[in-house]
């Protein structure tokens, strides 16, 4: 566990290529589990939630390779049906490999899984629809058993567009007997990346980027290669760290569609902000304004993953803005942190609060209870007086390939001591 130092104050200037997406590269990497092949996957982000993935594949008995960004997985020789309980509490996608391995082994025994303390974080989307499709699921003390003869299609009509649970029904859908629809389901980009990389091996879907997806079981699938889509969560959060710190950056290897919601808070805000195909510009004074009200949505709303992060900009813009959460029941645990910093931020029980900007926040030793709640506080570093010590780096690295290294670059005073 490695804390940030972080020296605030300093304006961030330059260029910054964004990584591939965490969200994307997760589901991808579990889908390799379902054609028995080699797979070769590009533009993966080097972070600690795919080397976890990794360490599932291989446990499980694939092979695997990492030449940069470059991820080979061979899936021919999988021995194993059982993920053990360290491996899966590590993150929460560790939840993902249950509808390949159910798809291609019909068996699979993993746990209750770990990651972000977002709320409760219930599997039961993903549990129900399996065995809706025909699983047999059994729970026990955070064990879960899973085993079927088949998986056979069938309509799914989601109660909520759950990310993780869409991607695990279409994981096991592709090798089912007939079709399956999905009704409600979620539409995030990292969605419809997976779907094409499932294409590419030969699946067949339809309705990609939509909320009803159809999937018509095929019997089996083959290799592929696939380039994963940038990380729109981590594109927003150097925007939003420029323009708390103030000045320029431009971020290549992005595409501004993904996070059109964010690009016009900010502008709204008062920073300049310019598009390009795979290009954005930001340029901001770091004295900006707060618009009265951000509420989280599902996509194409503005993501929740950049909550915390705006909530730290929304701390030293002047005005009030209230925040209301909706899709976590308590993604708040960076607030106590911010108020710290001397945020005068007002909690309205676990999902809404209303931030009263302040001129300065003051340099303190904080702690990160989650993957963007450090990105929020290093945020706050980034634009407070004085020395801010971020602890607990560990949930950052889940996420952010190279922070301190990125930051740097542009112009920011920022250590990692271990
Ligand atoms: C994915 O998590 C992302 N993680 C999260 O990003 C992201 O915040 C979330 O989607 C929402 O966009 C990955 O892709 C690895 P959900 P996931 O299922 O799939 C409830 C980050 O910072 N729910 O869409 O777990 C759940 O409790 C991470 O990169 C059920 O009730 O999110 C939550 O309130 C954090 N039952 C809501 O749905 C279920 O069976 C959204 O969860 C499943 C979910």
């Known amino acids: 566990m490695g804390r940030y130092v972080i020296s605030g104050g300093k304006k961030l200037k330059g260029a910054l290529r964004v990584n591939g997406s965490k969200n994307a590269a997760l589901p991808i990497l579990a889908a390799t589990v379902l054609n028995g092949s080699i797979n070769v996957l590009e533009n993966c982000p080097k972070i600690s939630d795919t080397k976890t993935a990794l360490d599932i594949l291989r446990h499980i008995g694939c092979e695997t390779e990492s030449e940069d960004k470059v991820l080979i997985i061979n899936s021919s020789n999988i021995s194993k049906t059982e993920i053990p309980e360290e491996l899966v509490k590590k993150m929460r996608s560790s939840i993902i490999f249950m509808g390949p391995m159910l798809a291609r082994f019909k068996k699979v025994t993993l746990y209750y899984p770990g990651g972000c303390e977002l709320g409760k974080r219930p599997i039961d989307l993903h549990i129900s629809a399996f065995r809706k499709m025909g699983a047999e699921i059994e729970e026990e003390n955070g064990k879960i058993e899973c085993f079927c003869e088949k998986l056979r299609g069938c309509d ?158 929304s701390s030293v813009a002047r005005g009030l803005c209230r925040f209301e959460e909706t899709i976590f029941e308590s993604r708040t645990a ?85």
């Open 334 to 418: 960076h607030i106590p942190e911010l108020i710290k910093m001397g945020a005068d931020i007002e909690l309205n029980g676990n999902c809404e609060f209303t931030v009263k900007g302040v001129r300065r926040l003051r340099g303190s030793e904080v702690f990160a209870r989650d993957l963007r709640g450090g990105a929020a506080l290093i945020t706050a570093g980034l634009c407070a007086d004085g020395i801010t010590v971020v602890d607990n780096s560990s949930h950052v690295e889940r996420g952010y390939e190279d922070i301190v290294e990125k930051l740097s670059e542009i112009g920011a005073d920022i250590t990692l001591k271990i």
């Open 156 to 313: 799914i009509e989601l109660d909520f567009p759950s990310v993780g649970a869409t991607q695990n029904i279409i994981l096991a859908a592709v090798l089912a007997e007939g079709t399956t629809i999905i009704k409600n389901g979620a539409k995030e980009p990292e969605i419809a990346d997976l779907c094409r990389f499932l294409i590419k091996c030969g699946a067949e879907i339809e309705g990609i980027g939509t909320s009803e997806i159809k999937i018509t079981g095929v019997k089996n699938l083959k290799a592929a290669t696939h380039k994963i889509i940038p990380d729109r969560i981590e594109a927003g959060t150097y925007l939003i760290m420029t323009a708390a710190a103030g000045g320029k950056i431009t971020l290549e290897n992005v595409n501004p569609i993904h996070i059109s919601p964010l690009i016009d808070v900010l502008s709204k805000m008062g920073c300049k902000i310019k598009k390009y195909t795979s290009s954005i510009t930001l340029k901001s004074t770091g004295h900006l304004i707060n618009i009265p009200f951000v509420q989280t949505l599902p996509y194409p709303g503005i993501p929740t993953d950049i909550q915390p992060q705006l909530t730290a900009l």
